[in-house]
Structure formats: C-alpha cells, structure tokens
C-alpha cells in the first residue's frame, strides 16, 4: 500500500485546513487509518484514527473538537479536517494505515511521506 498525503501549507491562525491521502483502492478499505504529526524538534504524535467502515474515530485531546478524519473508501482517500488552528499545530502531518487502530504509531505498517502544515499567529 502506498500512501500519498497532500493538502498542508501556509495558514492563518484560527484558519482551516483540510488533508487528504490517497491509497491504492484495491486494499485500502482493509486498512485502520490514522493521521500523526511531528513538529519540529518533538518526536511523532498521534493526531486521528478511523476505523475500516468509517464509523468509529479517535481523537487525540489536542485535536477533540477542532479536528476531523474521515474516509472515502470508493476513493481509496481519507481527510482531516482542521479547524480553528493554532500556531501549536505546525508540524508535518503523516497519514497512515494499519491492521488495527491504535494511537500509537508502531502499530501501522504503512505511512505517507508527509504533508507540511504551517499556522502563522
């Protein structure tokens, strides 16, 4: 499975961005997805997951509220959804996909090479 993450950029504080990753539709509804990021100088950090159907999803605390993940599995695409960002939410976002969800990142094979999102106060 390769996963390809696109969306991030340069945005404004209280501002909005969506992400999205792509997957091969083939195998990409068997797979738990999950989105994490690393800021700079801080180690990789859970951010979202969503399980297979798309029915159930986690959250870290930091995103509970003003962060979305989502799936499309006809188009082999998941998103997140961020609003109300703050100048703490730079970093670089992953996507990724595993056998079972988990916040944690060894838990998924598979990752993207990452999208670079920038809130500017």
């Known amino acids: 499975v390769q996963l390809q993450a696109s969306g991030g950029g340069l945005v404004q504080a209280g501002g909005s961005q969506r992400l999205s990753c792509t997957a091969s539709?083939?195998?990409?509804?068997?797979?738990?997805l999950g989105w994490f990021r690393q800021a700079p100088g801080k180690e990789r950090e859970f951010v979202a997951a969503?399980?297979?159907?798309?029915?159930?999803?986690y959250y870290a605390d930091f995103a509970k509220g003003r962060f979305t993940i989502s799936r499309d599995n006809a188009k082999g695409t998941v998103y997140l959804q961020m609003n109300s960002l703050k100048p703490e939410d730079t970093a670089i976002y992953y996507c990724?996909?595993?056998?079972?969800?988990?916040?944690?990142?060894?838990?998924?094979?598979?990752w993207g090479q990452g999208t670079l999102v920038t809130v500017s106060s």
């Open positions: 969503i399980t297979r159907s798309g029915s159930t999803t």
């Open positions: 539709r083939l195998t990409f509804s068997v797979y738990v």
């Open positions: 990724s996909g595993g056998s079972t969800g988990s916040s944690n990142a060894w838990a998924y094979a598979y």
